[in-house]
Nanobody, 116 residues
Framework: QVQLVESGGGLVQPGGSLRLSCAASGSSSFNTMAWYRQAAGKERELVAAITTGGRTNYADSVKGRFTVSRDNAKNTVYLQMNALKPDDTAVYYC???????????WGKGTLVTVSS
């Protein structure tokens, strides 16, 4: 059973930075690793995704501020968030899709709060 362990959330002032990490247990390979977020009262939305080959996709709202990366050897995906805004406040979820079976796994979420 694959487990995703997220870390790095917390409280930060507007304009600040945070780095989220998500480590997947086991030896499975994942063709897509991504971050989603869900703000209070809103639907979950894609923030950023990255493929095994390094191709990335970002939500328009975070382009130029957030950077997604991955370490395939460690089965870990990262989200570097800079120039954070109050609108970035949300629970951030890690998403991984296995290469062979296309089964999707979700992390439990980590809260990011941007406030002065």
């Amino acid at each position: 059973q694959v487990q995703l362990v997220e870390s790095g959330g917390g409280l930060v002032q507007p304009g600040g930075s945070l780095r989220l990490s998500c480590a997947a247990s086991g030896s499975s390979s994942f063709n897509t690793m991504a971050w989603y977020r869900q703000a209070a009262g809103k639907e979950r939305e894609l923030v950023a995704a990255i493929t095994t080959g390094g191709r990335t996709n970002y939500a328009d709202s975070v382009k130029g501020r957030f950077t997604v990366s991955r370490d395939n050897a460690k089965n870990t995906v990262y989200l570097q968030m800079n120039a954070l805004k109050p609108d970035d406040t949300a629970v951030y979820y890690c998403y991984c899709k296995r290469t062979i079976s296309n089964v999707v796994y979700w992390g439990k979420g980590t809260l990011v709060t941007v406030s002065s």
